[in-house]
Nanobody, 121 residues
Framework: QVQLVESGGGSVQTGGSLTLSCTVSGYTDSRICLAWFRQFPGKKREGVAG???????TFADSARGRATISQDSARRTLFLRINDLKPEDTAMYYC???????????????WGQGTQVTVSS
């Protein structure tokens, strides 16, 4: 069973930065696709950034230029760094995994519990 555990969320002021981490365990297929999503209260989850099983990266327009997605060499930890945070970035951030390429569609098979990011003005 694939398990995802996010960490690194917290409260920051506008203009600050955060690095979120996601520990991935329980999968045997190294060709797993990983992504970060966020969810605003009362809204559906939206993609932020993703890495496919060949290392190709994609960003949502809201994150492009402000975010970096990366993973360690063992593909066991996924990172998301967001710079220049804004109050509208306040959301629950989720890590997701799937053997199939999903890009930023919220149809991933495996999800973490999320980590809250709050940006104050």
């Amino acid at each position: 069973q694939v398990q995802l555990v996010e960490s690194g969320g917290g409260s920051v002021q506008t203009g600050g930065s955060l690095t979120l981490s996601c520990t991935v365990s329980g999968y045997t297929d190294s060709r797993i696709c990983l992504a970060w999503f966020r969810q605003f209260p009362g809204k559906k989850r939206e993609g932020v950034a993703g890495i496919d099983n060949e290392g190709l990266i994609t960003f949502a327009d809201s994150a492009r230029g402000r975010a970096t997605i990366s993973q360690d060499s063992a593909r066991r930890t996924l990172f998301l760094r967001i710079n220049d945070l804004k109050p509208e970035d306040t959301a629950m951030y989720y890590c997701a995994a799937d053997p199939e390429v999903r890009w930023l569609l919220p149809t991933y098979e495996y999800w973490g519990q999320g980590t809250q990011v709050t940006v104050s003005s």
